[in-house]
């Protein structure tokens, strides 16, 4: 299994352990990672900056269909060739939480729906995240170039081009 580095937002402790691994508990959020050709969709979230589309899970909801409700309400993006490629182990004092991640490609841009989520979407590529990225660090870097990688290998003839 591939390794990644570990990584902090504020005191909390955050891991990345890849697919096939899957928490052991019902995940409370999920991040998105949904590439237009080599580049990524970015979200101006209030109170966090530029980041990939992300949120909750909530109770009526998988994490994919999380996945996909974030990414239209925050983004304005629908999703094609959906993959699941991880999760986040986030741990601060002894609460532990996970956060499932996905990869995909966008099938198509629309408006945002949620205008207080959201300020505003832009596709952007790796190199320039670190100047945007409102938490970018070694392991953020790691996650971005792992879920390309898995973007560029999906054999869904949909997905190619």
Same mark, same amino acid.
């Given at each position: 299994?591939?390794?990644?580095? !570990?990584?902090?937002?504020?005191? %909390?402790?955050l %891991?990345f352990?890849?697919?096939?691994f899957?928490a052991?508990?019902? !995940? =409370?959020?999920?991040l998105?990672? $949904?590439?237009?050709g080599?580049?990524?969709v @970015?979200?101006?979230i ?6 990939i589309p992300s949120g909750?899970? #909530?109770?009526?909801e ?7 409700? #974030?990414?239209i309400?925050?983004? +304005?993006v629908?999703?094609?060739?959906? %993959?699941? @490629?991880g999760?986040?182990h ?12 996905y990869a995909?490609k966008v $099938?198509k841009? +629309?408006? @945002?729906e ?5 300020k505003g979407?832009?596709?952007? !590529?790796i #190199?320039?995240?670190?100047n945007l990225y ?5 392991? !953020? #870097?790691?996650v =971005?170039?792992y879920?390309?990688?898995?973007v %560029?290998?999906l054999s869904?003839?949909?997905?190619r081009g």
């Amino acid at each position: 299994m591939k390794r990644f580095p !570990t990584g902090s937002f504020g005191r %909390q402790r955050l %891991q990345f352990f890849p697919a096939p691994f899957k928490a052991p508990l019902r !995940t =409370f959020a999920v991040l998105v990672f $949904a590439w237009a050709g080599d580049r990524v969709v @970015i979200c101006d979230i209030e109170d966090r900056g530029w980041c990939i589309p992300s949120g909750r899970v #909530e109770p009526d909801e998988n994490s994919m269909e999380a996945a996909r409700r #974030e990414s239209i309400e925050e983004a +304005g993006v629908h999703l094609d060739c959906v %993959q699941y @490629i991880g999760c986040y182990h986030i741990s601060e004092r002894r609460e532990v939480r996970w956060a499932d991640c996905y990869a995909a490609k966008v $099938a198509k841009v +629309g408006e @945002i729906e949620m205008a207080e989520e959201s300020k505003g979407m832009k596709m952007v !590529t790796i #190199e320039e995240l670190p100047n945007l990225y409102h938490l970018w660090n070694p392991l !953020t #870097e790691a996650v =971005f170039n792992y879920s390309y990688e898995v973007v %560029q290998r999906l054999s869904d003839p949909r997905c190619r081009g």
